[in-house]
């Protein structure tokens, strides 16, 4: 289940603490899960989003 509480923490610590495991969130990430706690789009909408884009490396 996802957490619907207020979209709000340390976006660069996520980034670093990511990198170390080897990947990556970008600015596009971080806007499109915004859009998803700011209630501009619901779970179905967030989950073809992610499986329409593009892989990033």
Known sequence: ?????I???NIENIQNDLAIEGMAIT???VD???RFADGEM?????IQMIKDKPLEY
């Open 1 to 5: 289940m996802y957490n619907e509480e």
């Open 7 to 9: 979209f709000n923490f």
């Open 27 to 29: 600015q596009n990430d």
């Open 32 to 34: 499109m899960f915004r």
């Open 42 to 46: 619901e779970m179905p909408q967030l």
